[in-house]
């Protein structure tokens, strides 16, 4: 584990994937707490994973909203890059799902939902498509606020049709895994597949099937009708349901046209 960076303490690894490692540090200019993103050394080696790196950071740079976590630094090295960002306290909503019941009541994923709605209206808006909508990306804070993180693979609107497959399988869109047609409605499809996540404890066609058993399910097979878990979600069934279909629709065309038409349908459940 890395043991300072610049003007940055490290004190604890919070998390590790794929692609990146996460720390807890603290900026001993300031003595405020920071959270560092590190890329994965082998991939920092790639010349596109280096320059998506930069272009994440750049375009992140320029994302200042409530429900979006700040960057406040990029550093970079030639073998090693590192995004400095706002720390926040709390959970992302798959652990904080976990730690309370293994799924949440249908009325707080509305809210949750509609405040990633939010966020992801001001990227739209900056021409920015987040493309890894997911409930460990969403953050709960201890304030109970949403802040939406990691736009490590995100596009610009103008690139969105390069044939760049890349997400997380359960919730890539069908356009998203055949590499073309990406624009806002991929996000509106990812966050219909958490919103579904949520509620139901599980994502849809959870199971044994391999990636590409997977990726086929998607393209192919409708999202099954949510079991919802409590008499209270019961009242709300329909509208649930229905705005599980509409978020998630194959064509992306038969989906929410934008955030906005997204959030109007939430309200009668957040009422």
């Not at 003595?31 to 930069?54: D, Q, S």
């Not at 019941?101 to 509609?114: D, E, H, K, R, S």
């Amino acid at each position: 584990m890395i043991k300072k960076l610049e003007y940055i303490e490290i004190l604890k690894q919070l998390d590790s994937g794929g692609s990146a490692t996460i720390y807890l540090g603290i900026n001993i200019n300031t003595g405020k707490p920071v959270a560092v993103k590190e890329l994965n050394e082998y991939l920092f080696k790639n010349n596109y994973t280096k320059e998506k790196f930069r272009e994440e950071a750049n375009r992140y740079l320029y994302l200042e909203h409530p429900n979006i976590v700040e960057l406040v630094d990029l550093i970079l090295y030639p073998n090693r890059g590192y995004l400095i960002m706002e720390y926040i306290e709390g959970k992302n909503l798959r652990d904080y799902m976990k730690s309370i019941t293994g799924w949440l009541p249908a009325q707080n994923v509305a809210l949750f939902i509609y405040e990633t709605l939010n966020a992801l209206e001001y990227a739209h808006n900056k021409g920015v498509i987040h493309m890894d909508i997911k409930p460990s990306n969403i953050m709960l804070s201890n304030q109970n606020q949403i802040k939406l993180i990691d736009f490590g693979i995100s596009q610009k609107k103008d690139r969105a049709n390069d044939g760049i497959k890349m997400g997380t399988p359960f919730y890539m869109s069908p356009e998203q895994i055949e590499g073309k047609g990406i624009d806002e409605r991929t996000d509106i499809y990812s966050l219909g597949i958490t919103m579904y996540e949520l509620i139901a404890g599980t994502p849809p066609f959870a199971g044994n099937t391999t990636k590409e058993e997977l990726m086929e399910i998607i393209r192919t097979k409708n999202i099954p009708k949510v079991k919802t878990l409590n008499s209270y979600d019961k009242v709300y069934e329909d509208e649930i349901n229905e705005i599980i279909k509409k978020s998630t629709a194959k064509i992306p065309s038969n989906r929410f046209r934008s955030c906005q038409e997204f959030k109007n349908a939430l309200k009668t459940i957040i009422q």
